[in-house]
């Protein structure tokens, strides 16, 4: 018999009111023995419960709900606890249900698995839960609602059952070399899987959007030594992030903000001055900075206002096409209002003052929403397991057009077809009999 499990389905710690969760075939039972075989409540109807002690005694006083297989979550009998959410009260209730015979304390993430075990979710839509549960910012939510209703998986069973349809057609004329198949067909199958290979490289090259949107767009603030780096970097969290000096060389290693930026996920990075360093840990805190301007999605570019028109070729050397760049110290007059460093234009920027801070917010949040909503109305590929199994899907594609046997074209549709059967989960049947016969013999 399948374990009966349970755990907390809320955070840990003091609230009002804490939800412990019970899935399995004696959910009912436990909650019978939590209430001394009190009635139980309808299916899916809040009803109030005294939880009683071994010895008789009140535990709480709280709700339950009944969710009766396959209705739930797990697809499994399910009971809700709704407490009151002391730490006594949870331990006490978490020791009632360990003492129990055949109920376990549930492993992390059980219940999501059982949930895809009994057909309630897809992969994609268990891996969105995560994500929703994690989410920081509006787009994250958007997007994690988005895969949890479905819309990744649709996209992938449906490329998926094509490509199912294009290799039952193949195997046809394959394994019914004497029938009169129609000689378009051929020209179709190969047509079809052309027009899938197409849809699924567009959708790869979507410069990793999804997996930015759940990790957050990487932002390294550079410049050299006292340019107000650490200073903006407050500014922008609003809060005293970094330390802030007039020593030259106070950050030695790379400080990481997560800001929300117009709804989108942002991780802000402070770093060290770029200099010729003149000691060991310094030298090692500018070789972390340019590490990290490298491996940034965006970088704002801090320029030294008090040296102008001069401006630090270090930095410069880590401006590219794509970087925002602010020359900061705008209140001590030598900066112009429209200032260009090296023919690229450049805010001026004033932290002490405040000045051009709500411009420079205004930009970046543009280039952020720019770099994570995209343009396409097609779901975004949100993790790195369903990237690497689409470009497999491609690859065997392409073998299987250039092919020289029909029966090595049909191998390698059939790997295609387990590629994208990987990302949602679905457990891989022989379809192609069941296509074959609607497609060729109904009528014959």
Same mark, same amino acid.
């Given at each position: ?267 802000? #990075?402070? %770093?060290?001055?770029?200099?010729? +360093? *003149?000691?060991?840990?310094?030298? $090692?805190?500018?070789? !972390? &900075? /340019? ?88 779901? #975004?590929? %949100?993790?790195?397991?369903?990237? +690497? *199994?689409?470009?497999?899907?491609? $690859?065997?594609?392409? !073998? &299987? /057009? ?43």
């Amino acid at each position: 018999m399948t374990p009966t499990i349970f755990a907390p389905a809320t955070a840990p710690g003091r609230a009002g009111v804490a939800i412990v969760r019970i899935s399995g075939p004696l959910a009912d039972a436990a909650l019978s023995a939590l209430t001394a075989g009190a009635p139980l409540p309808k299916p899916r109807r809040a009803a109030r419960i005294r939880v009683l002690g071994e010895d008789g005694e009140q535990v709480d006083d709280g709700l339950a709900l009944r969710f009766p297989a396959p209705a739930s979550f797990t697809g499994e009998d399910v009971v809700e606890l709704h407490l009151h959410g002391s730490r006594a009260v949870m331990e006490a209730v978490m020791a009632l249900l360990s003492a129990q015979e055949c109920l376990r304390v549930a492993e992390p993430g059980e219940f999501t698995r059982r949930a895809f075990e009994n057909g309630k979710m897809d992969l994609t839509q268990a891996e969105a839960l995560a994500d929703l549960i994690d989410a920081e910012t509006a787009a994250q939510r958007r997007q994690a609602l988005r895969q949890m209703d479905g819309a990744l998986a649709r996209l992938y069973d449906g490329w998926r059952d094509r490509l199912v349809r294009a290799l039952a057609h193949l195997e046809a004329f394959i394994d019914f070399p004497d029938e009169e198949l129609p000689p378009a067909a051929e020209r179709a199958i190969w047509g079809s899987v052309e027009g899938l290979t197409a849809e699924m490289r567009i959708h790869l090259d979507d410069g990793h959007r999804g997996e930015r949107l759940r990790d957050g767009l990487h932002i390294a603030i550079i410049g050299p030594p006292n340019a107000g780096k650490s200073s903006l970097l407050n500014a922008l969290a609003k809060r005293e992030a970094a330390i802030v000096s007039d020593i030259a060389g106070t950050t030695r290693d790379v400080v990481d903000v997560h800001l929300d930026l117009g709804g989108y996920p942002v991780v802000l #990075a402070d %770093t060290a001055g770029l200099r010729e +360093a *003149a000691e060991t840990i310094e030298s $090692e805190g500018i070789r !972390r &900075a /340019r590490a990290r301007a490298e491996q940034a999605d965006l970088r704002l570019a801090v320029f030294d206002g008090a040296d102008w028109p001069a401006v630090d070729d270090h930095t410069l050397s880590l401006v590219d096409d794509s970087a925002l760049v602010v020359v900061n110290k705008a209140d001590l007059g030598a900066v112009p209002e429209s200032p260009a460093v090296n023919g690229r234009p450049a805010l001026p920027l004033s932290v002490k003052t405040g000045r051009g801070l709500d411009a420079l917010l205004e930009r970046l949040t543009a280039l952020v929403a720019d770099r994570l909503s995209g343009g396409s109305a097609a779901p #975004a590929l %949100t993790r790195a397991r369903h990237r +690497a *199994a689409l470009a497999e899907c491609v $690859e065997a594609l392409a !073998r &299987a /057009r250039s092919a020289d046997l029909a029966e090595l074209a049909a191998e390698d549709l059939r790997l295609a077809v387990r590629a994208l059967g990987r990302i949602t989960g679905r457990v891989e049947v022989d379809e192609l009999l069941d296509v074959i016969f609607r497609d060729f013999c109904i009528g014959k």
